[in-house]
Structures are given as C-alpha cells and as structure tokens.
C-alpha cells in the first residue's frame, strides 16, 4: 500500500493481488486472508477489501466460498489467456489502421490509466 498515491486503496489491493495470481506468485488454490485480516494488515478499511475481493471475485480470479474463505481461483489462468487474446486482437486492429506500435502502445497506456480512475 502505498498512502501516498493517487490510485485508489481498493485498487491497489485488487491489481497487487491480480499481478500475483497471474504470475503465478498465488498458486490456484491458495486461501487469501480474510477481509478483516487483511484490512487490519494493511492499516484500511474492510469495506476497502471487500471491494477490491468483490473485483476479483467478477474478474474470476478468486471465489468465495461463504465461511470457509476467499481462493484463488483456477480460472486465473483463463483470464490472462483472455487478456492475451484481446491484445493480439488490439495489435492487429491497430495495424491493419496504420497505427504505429509506439502510438498504440501511448493509447493502450492511457486506456489503463483511465480505467484506474
């Protein structure tokens, strides 16, 4: 956590723990702390963690199974797989228009910076 940043507390915990699961850093599997745990952790808020579980839970990159805790789900690897996909599909699109790999990569960087606002 970064205090100092501009990017959101819940962000921060759901791209850390998104980077994670997809280097494989978080094995399939492995049981995540649990909201209060973590919260009490890092020094913010449940409600901050829960959002940012919330996002990775839709993302599918953990699934919550009630009481027994938050897991990183097996479908992490589907998502990085997908993401793959979506660039490659980008870099033909944006090739097939013109668009020089430098210029497509200044749009893809602000699109990521937007998305984290």
Do not use: C, W
């Not at 890092?42 to 953990?62: F, K, M, S, V």
């Not at 805790?69 to 690897?77: K, N, P, R, T």
Request: net charge neutral; charged share 25%.
């Amino acid at each position: 956590m970064d205090p100092s940043s501009g990017v959101p507390p819940f962000e921060q915990v759901r791209s850390g723990l998104a980077r994670q699961i997809n280097a494989g850093t978080l094995a399939v599997g492995t049981k995540l702390p649990t909201v209060r745990g973590l919260a009490e952790e890092l020094g913010i808020a449940p409600n901050t963690i829960a959002r940012a579980y919330r996002e990775l839970e839709e993302a599918g990159l953990i699934e919550t199974r009630g009481r027994a805790g938050s897991f990183v789900a097996s479908s992490g690897d589907e998502s990085l797989s997908r993401a793959r996909e979506a660039a490659e599909t980008y870099a033909a699109v944006t090739r097939a228009l013109g668009v020089s790999a430098d210029e497509a990569l200044k749009i893809v960087r602000a699109a990521l910076n937007h998305a984290d606002r």
